[in-house]
Nanobody, 122 residues
Framework: QVQLVESGGGFTQTGGSLRLSCAAS????????MGWFRQAPGKERELVAR???????YYADSVKGRFTISRDNAKNTVYLEMNGLKPEDTAVYFC????????????????WGQGTQVTVSS
């Protein structure tokens, strides 16, 4: 059973920065595609960023140039560096994992963390 544990959420003002971390309890972490999703109240869960085992990344248009996904396979951890935060970035952020190479929809991910709240004030 794979466990994903997110950390690093919190409260910041517009223009601020936060760094999310997601630690995975699996020995084959390097083979996984790791994704960061977010879900705001009343909205669907959306893919924010993704990195597969080849280092290929994907970013939602709304976060391009502001968010950066990275991973440390030695630490079984994926990160989401968030800069230039806006109130519309406020959401619960989830880490997810799958063996698929280019998963976009949430149902394509097999493992999920519990989520961490990010709140950006105006």
């Amino acid at each position: 059973q794979v466990q994903l544990v997110e950390s690093g959420g919190g409260f910041t003002q517009t223009g601020g920065s936060l760094r999310l971390s997601c630690a995975a309890s699996i020995r084959t972490f390097s083979s996984l595609t790791m994704g960061w999703f977010r879900q705001a109240p009343g909205k669907e869960r959306e893919l924010v960023a993704r990195m597969n085992r080849f280092g290929t990344t994907y970013y939602a248009d709304s976060v391009k140039g502001r968010f950066t996904i990275s991973r440390d396979n030695a630490k079984n951890t994926v990160y989401l560096e968030m800069n230039g935060l806006k109130p519309e970035d406020t959401a619960v952020y989830f880490c997810a994992a799958t063996l698929r190479l280019v998963p976009t929809r949430s149902l394509e991910y097999d493992y999920w963390g519990q989520g961490t709240q990010v709140t950006v004030s105006s």
